[in-house]
């Protein structure tokens, strides 16, 4: 944990608003959580409250340092990449963003689907933005209309776009003007 911190006082000191806890896609923090990558028989296996403690325990760590509204997280509840997997998805983070909704933090960020393009099973992301109870942060294959229609329709408080950006580095202009976004190239 005491390198995540480390890592929270190096961005901090580096004029950075905030900190985000990557706990997705596969990586580290990801591979705790889910039951599919995650064989431990210790204190860090097993369970689901077991199973999140390491990622609560950086949430901690980092939350002392840069402080809980200085302290986002994103998740990917239906990722696949790196062949990450978990048998009950929705019922292991309802549980995640209750206990990281208690914690006071800036935001939970949520990649809605799989990037890996692979079909998903049904998952309710209004409860998970419930149980969180903060500033929730939709992500993953938005267009304007659609983030627009997340917010109003309250969704999400917030929307992120990281693909069109590396194609688009003028994206939010192109999208107040509702100019036509470049393609990626592969």
């Keep these: 944990m005491a390198t995540y911190a480390t890592a929270a006082q190096n961005a901090l000191a580096a004029e950075f608003d905030g900190v985000e806890i990557h706990g997705a896609n596969g990586y580290l923090i990801d591979q705790f959580l889910r039951d599919g990558a995650n ?14 403690r390491f990622l609560l325990a950086v949430v901690d ?4 340092v840069a402080q ?5 997280v994103r998740i990917s509840p239906q990722v696949t990449a790196n062949d990450i997997r978990d048998s009950n998805p929705q019922v292991l983070f309802n549980y995640v963003a209750g206990k990281l909704g208690r914690r006071g933090l800036a935001y939970l960020h949520v990649i809605e689907g799989d990037t890996t393009g692979r079909p998903t099973a049904e998952f309710n992301y209004a409860a998970l933005r419930r149980v969180f109870g903060g500033l929730y942060i ?10 627009n229609a997340a917010i109003a329709e309250s969704r999400a408080d917030m929307v992120a776009f990281g693909n069109p950006f590396i194609a688009n580095p ?9 100019a036509p976004l ?3 190239k592969p």
């Design 39 to 52: 064989n431990r028989t210790d204190d860090y296996g097993g369970s689901i409250e077991n199973r999140a």
């Design 61 to 64: 760590a980092v939350a002392r």
């Design 68 to 72: 809980p509204e200085r302290t986002g």
């Design 138 to 147: 939709a992500n993953y294959d938005f267009d304007k209309e659609r983030a």
């Design 170 to 178: 003028d994206l939010v202009v192109r999208l107040l003007l509702d």
């Design 182 to 184: 470049a393609a990626r």
